[in-house]
């Protein structure tokens, strides 16, 4: 009976089966790095792209800034060309009306008195204007008191301040007058209706 050997030929498939596990085992690691390393080149470059992204906005949202700075800036230098403007306006219209009043007190002073200095202040019921001056009589004062009182259109009120007497310079020995001081509260200057009020009177009127 011939008997033959098999140890050999099991021996050699069980080596081509180990060769073959290891050469599947390193395929699964090739690929399994692969699959790494391609996730993370493309999370690098979506990373990079975010980054490019990120700054694109940040560039805008500086430029937004900077634009809005410039509308804030243009709108504060608007209010002050606007305050500017209507103080001028204020001015021109309040300019008219010092130069009447102004000619209403000198129309007003009687012959024995006069003015020497005229300034204005502020007071609670708007601008006043402050008359110092002298007369030869108090009489003449008083004079001059009731002509701008009868000036209604143009002044509500007279005050005296005060009245000293002096001895007058210039005049000879025993010449007084007599220093005076006065606050004239200008009549306030009727403001034109406003478009509201202009719309009222014609509701009224239909």
């Known amino acids: 009976m011939i008997k033959i050997n098999l140890l050999p030929v099991r021996a050699a498939k069980k080596k081509e089966t180990i060769l073959n596990q290891i050469y599947v ?16 080149y493309s999370q690098k470059a979506k990373i990079a792209s975010t980054k490019k992204l990120i700054e694109e906005h940040k560039k805008r949202l500086d430029d937004l800034n900077q634009i809005v700075k410039m509308v804030q800036e243009f709108k504060a230098k608007k209010a002050v060309l606007k305050q500017k403007i209507d103080t001028i306006e ?13 000619d209403q007190i000198s129309q007003a002073i009687p012959g024995g008195a006069w003015v020497n200095s005229v300034s204005m202040k502020s007071t609670k019921g708007g601008t006043a204007i402050i008359l110092k001056g002298a007369a030869y009589e108090k009489d003449d004062v008083g004079i001059f008191i009731s002509n701008l009182s009868a000036r209604n259109p143009f002044i509500r009120d007279v005050q005296l301040g005060a009245l000293t007497q002096a001895g007058g310079k210039g005049s000879g020995p025993g010449v007084m007058i007599y220093n005076y001081d006065l606050t004239i509260t200008p009549q306030s200057e009727a403001k034109p209706p406003s478009e509201g009020e202009k719309k009222k009177e014609k509701e009224k009127k239909i």
């Not at 390193?26 to 692969?34: A, E, H, N």
């Open 25 to 40: 085992g390193i395929l699964v690691l090739v690929m399994t790095f692969s699959a790494v390393g391609f996730r993370a």
């Open 90 to 102: 204020t001015l021109e219209q309040g300019r008219d009306r010092f130069i009447q009043l102004i």
